[in-house]
């Protein structure tokens, strides 16, 4: 842990960075890129670095780095809510993306948010191993703008996230977003970036004590390697690895079906723990990693987008980034909205001191490996639940197909037939109405869908019952 004094050179112009498909000046954001330059440690274990998560580590060599930060704030300084969050760009696909921003941008926009997307791994800045085996780092796409980056390796990466949010927490750091009273830093992760904050968690944040809480979003089983290693370069079958006991802050995570059990990666089952005193764990029933609001919906989701695009995107569809897969995507709407409702959770959490509700894991079954244990419409049980899976038009699950890596992420769905619909919902659409509405006021109520979308999500599901276009 090296406590360096960081330069910081404003970037002018537009950032590298794929964050909407409208102007976020017409959300009321600007947009502003930064270089943050200083020496980082890298750490060495203590003790054994055990499945509970409860690591011991101590500084060991130093290295020097000049990395990126784009930062998010609004307009009119009077909407900032007092919270930065900082997300770890996740680099699977060979490229810095903010996939919380992805989920979670409507919450942190009309909330009223700043937010910093840190090129935390050498992958995003200048390349290296990824899922696909493409290199779109910073210094490949635009060698000129970001020449002066440089990442030392990923054994570096823990404590260059702790000096960017205890910057953000410094007078030069509130210089950096525009002077707005900073109150609490939160940091964010999902996937790859998730990994890399359970090892933060439990490595790093009881010496470094930066971040006022942790949105940890669709971690698998294991924790990222503490010594920089890539992980597409293990060995063996990682072990599962539990968040620390004794947390020092709040932490939410929320996993998915995907997640959960697995087949891209060993799943999260093999590191599950009880809630605590600043745990809460979210297994969100029928959501896969990723879906149709990934790829199709997020990016034209301002919040004033027509409803009719909006219904559109969630099509289904059996295309996947140019393959033509045996099944549908899935195409259910929760996850994002699940993802809103934790970030103000943990947000009133760190706050106010009043803990996340607390759901139910996912029922699972033993057999060759974890499964979910399915009810007669072929959908999950247990688990965090919406109208989609309780009240629900098709069968939506966080297990995909074994076509390729993606396929598997991006889960599966099905739309039911017109008999099941009939069955179900002797009523028609007014009956589905009704019954979705009330299972929507009960997550609502149980605080796992905010009521700020509440409006939204029975127009979106008016607009895209299939009986009403059979």
Not at 99 to 114: D, K, N, T
Not at 183 to 190: D, N
Not at 273 to 296: C, F, K, M
């Amino acid at each position: 842990m090296t406590n360096s004094t960081a330069l910081v050179t404003a970037a002018p112009g537009k950032p590298l960075l794929l964050l909407s498909a409208y102007d976020l000046a017409d959300v009321g954001y600007r947009v502003e890129e930064f270089f943050v330059s200083a020496t980082a440690s890298s750490y060495i274990p203590v003790t054994e670095l055990g499945p509970d998560g409860r690591w011991d580590v101590t500084p060991s060599g130093s290295a020097d780095f000049t990395t990126r930060i784009v930062v998010l704030t609004p307009t009119d300084p009077a909407r900032f809510n007092g919270t930065v969050l900082v997300e770890w760009l996740n680099v699977s696909g060979g490229i810095d993306a903010p996939a919380v921003w992805m989920m979670a941008h409507r919450e942190i926009i009309r909330a009223g948010y700043a937010y910093v997307g840190v090129s935390a791994q050498r992958v995003g800045a200048e390349g290296g191993d990824s899922l696909l085996g493409a290199d779109m780092s910073l210094k490949t796409q635009d060698p000129q703008r970001y020449a002066p980056l440089h990442h030392p390796g990923d054994a570096f990466c823990y404590d260059m996230f702790s000096q960017i949010g205890g910057l953000l927490k410094s007078d030069e750091g509130r210089a950096l977003l525009g002077d707005l009273p900073v109150r609490r830093v939160i940091a964010l992760g999902e996937s790859q970036s998730a990994m890399f904050l359970t090892t933060y968690i439990n490595a790093v944040d009881p010496l470094a004590r930066t971040y006022d809480g942790f949105l940890v979003h669709s971690r698998f089983g294991s924790a990222a390697p503490l010594d920089g290693t890539s992980i597409f370069a293990e060995t063996e079958e990682p072990q599962g690895v539990a968040f620390r006991p004794e947390l020092r802050v709040p932490l939410l995570t929320v996993v998915t079906e995907t997640d959960v059990f697995g087949g891209a990666r060993q799943g999260y089952y093999f590191a599950r723990q009880p809630d605590s005193n600043y745990l809460r764990v979210w297994e969100i029933a029928g959501a896969a990693h990723a879906d149709n609001y990934t790829i199709q919906v997020a990016f034209i989701d301002s919040g004033s987008a027509p409803l009719a695009d909006i219904a559109a995107a969630y099509t289904p569809t059996n295309m996947l980034m140019g393959q033509q897969l045996a099944h549908c995507i899935n195409f259910g709407p929760q996850h994002h909205y699940v993802v809103q409702a934790a970030l103000a959770a943990l947000n009133t959490w760190v706050a106010s001191g009043e803990p996340a509700p607390s759901a139910e894991p996912l029922a699972a079954r033993e057999t060759e490996g974890p499964q979910p244990v399915l009810d007669g419409n072929g959908l999950a049980r247990g688990g965090l639940r919406t109208p989609w899976v309780d009240v629900p038009v098709a069968r939506t699950s966080g297990l995909g197909g074994e076509e390729s890596i993606m396929s598997m992420i991006f889960g599966s769905g099905e739309l039911f037939d017109a008999a099941t619909l009939r069955r179900l919902y002797p009523g028609g659409s007014t009956e589905y109405l009704e019954r979705f509405t009330g299972a929507l006021d009960a997550a609502i109520r149980s605080g796992f869908i905010l009521a700020a979308d509440r409006a939204e999500i029975l127009e979106l599901a008016a607009a895209t019952y299939p009986g009403a276009r059979s």
